[in-house]
C-alpha cells in the first residue's frame, strides 16, 4: 500500500448530479482537474508562480477508471502519488475516495511541464523539482493495482 | 482510414478557457460526455427511451490524450467509431476535431449496459443492439493510431 497526499476535498454538488442519479462521469474529470491544479499549487505553479516562472503544465494524458457510483452531497478526496518522472514529465496516480475510504475512481495522468515564453516543453524549475521529488512516489513494482493497464473487452476464451 | 459518425458539434465557450489561455483538460472530457450522450439519443436510450427499456449505460473507463489546444470560439466536431462490443458492453472510440479537421483529441471509452431495475450490468435491447450494430466498427487490425496504448514515460534506451 503506498502512502499518497490528498490535496483536494469537496462535496458532490447537485449541479453534478446526471440522469442517472450520481455524479456525471465528466464531473470525475473536472474533481481530477482540480486536484492537478492543487498540485500545481503545491508545487508552487499557482498564478504567482506561473506568472514567475513563466511556467505551466499541460496535460497529455489522462485514463480515468470508474468504481463506484457517487451521489449527491458525497464527501470526496482526492490524494497524489508520483509513479514516474522525468526533467519535463509527471506520470500521476490520483485516487478519489470517499469519507468511508471507498476507491469511487482513479486517474493516471501525464503531464508535461511547459515554458509559457516558447509554448514548448521546458525542464521544472529548481523549486518545482525539489517539491516534485519530496511528494510521495512508488516505483515501478510498487504501482497500484488498475495502473498502466490496456483498454479492451476480455472475453473469457482470450 | 475508418469512417466515423459525426453525433456532437459545438464551439469552445469562454468559460470553458482556463488560466492557460485553452480549454480545459476537464472540458474536453465534458465534450466526450456530451459526445456519449449523443450516441444514446442516437440508439433510442435518450430520455424516453430509457424510461420505456428502464436502461442505461454507465462509463467504467475513459483514456483521453490531448493532441492541440483548442482556443475560445473554435468550432468543435465529435465524431464515434466503435472498436468492439459485446451483449453489454461497448468500446467506443471518439474523435474531437476543428473545423479543419486537425485531431485535438481522442478518448477511447468502455461504457456498459445498465438495468434500471436491478442496477446491474444487463443485455442491450434489442433496438439498441440494431442501432449499435448499424454503426461504423473498426475491425482489431484497423483500430486507430493510438487506441489501447498504455500510459508511461517511454525513455530513449528503453
Known sequence: MNETL?????????????????????????????????????????EAGRQHHQYTLFTLENH???????HQGAPLQASILILDRDAK??????????????????????IMGMSNETRRPAPFPLIVEEKLANMPHA??????????????IRRKNQ
Chains 1, 2 share one sequence.
Open 6 to 46: 490528498t490535496l483536494w476535498t469537496g462535496n458532490v454538488l447537485s449541479e453534478w448530479v446526471d440522469y442517472n442519479g450520481h455524479m456525471n462521469d465528466a464531473e470525475y474529470a473536472r474533481v481530477f482537474s482540480n486536484a492537478v491544479d492543487a498540485l500545481m499549487e503545491h508545487i508552487e505553479l499557482d
Open 89 to 110: 514529465r509527471v506520470h500521476l496516480w490520483v485516487e478519489l475516495k470517499d469519507d468511508s475510504n471507498q476507491l469511487l475512481a482513479t486517474s493516471e495522468q501525464m
Open 64 to 70: 480515468i477508471k470508474y468504481l463506484a457510483e457517487a
Open 139 to 152: 516505483s515501478f513494482n510498487q504501482w497500484p493495482k488498475g495502473s498502466n493497464t490496456l483498454i479492451g
